[in-house]
């Protein structure tokens, strides 16, 4: 069976944003997050994927709801979800690490560190199971 045209844009957007956040979370391993302009990026960052995110999975949703893919939809719209939930207390807790690091706590820094590691693993892991459906996409 060949997908319509709507499935397949739905799983590319997807696809495309899932992408685009994992390269540009690579740079910020490199850099010191301690630096004000460098912290704005990082924080802009993740404040804008989940927004992106969700934006993409709805419209992935309504595309695989016109093609009559239920199952796809579905994964897209935990997808939305997901974000959509995940967003305010991984930003908030940001927040909170950095203030503590301007507080004078040495180990905010590393907690922060690990934030964007957890963000860049599930983002990758998301990636790869998006993609890995796509072959029951076209069945």
Same mark, same amino acid.
């Given at each position: 069976?060949?997908? /319509? @045209?709507?499935?397949?844009?739905?799983?590319? *957007?997807?696809?495309?944003?899932?992408?685009?956040? $994992?390269?540009?979370?690579? !740079? @910020?391993?490199? *850099?010191?997050? +301690?630096? !004000?302009? *460098?912290?704005?990026?990082?924080?802009?960052? @993740?404040? $804008?994927?989940?927004?992106?995110? =969700? #934006?993409?999975?709805?419209?992935? $949703?309504?595309?695989?709801? =016109?093609? %009559? #893919? &239920?199952?796809?939809?579905?994964? &897209?719209?935990?997808?939305?979800?997901?974000? &959509?939930?995940?967003?305010?207390? *991984?930003?908030?807790?940001?927040?909170?690490?950095?203030?503590?690091? /301007?507080?004078? +706590?040495?180990?905010?820094?590393?907690?922060?560190? %690990?934030?964007?590691?957890?963000?860049?693993?599930?983002?990758?892991?998301?990636?790869? $199971?998006?993609?890995?459906?796509?072959?029951?996409? @076209?069945?």
């Amino acid at each position: 069976m060949v997908p /319509e @045209f709507g499935s397949v844009f739905g799983v590319v *957007v997807v696809l495309f944003c899932l992408a685009y956040f $994992t390269m540009a979370s690579i !740079p @910020f391993l490199f *850099v010191k997050l +301690d630096v !004000p302009e *460098v912290w704005r990026l990082f924080r802009g960052l @993740f404040g $804008t994927y989940f927004l992106v995110i =969700t #934006a993409a999975a709805l419209v992935a $949703t309504v595309s695989f709801v =016109t093609a %009559g #893919a &239920m199952g796809f939809a579905a994964a &897209m719209l935990l997808l939305a979800g997901a974000a &959509m939930a995940a967003r305010i207390p *991984v930003t908030q807790r940001m927040d909170a690490h950095r203030s503590a690091w /301007e507080s004078g +706590d040495a180990a905010a820094l590393r907690h922060l560190r %690990g934030i964007h590691w957890a963000g860049m693993l599930l983002n990758t892991a998301i990636l790869a $199971t998006v993609a890995a459906s796509l072959p029951y996409l @076209f069945r």
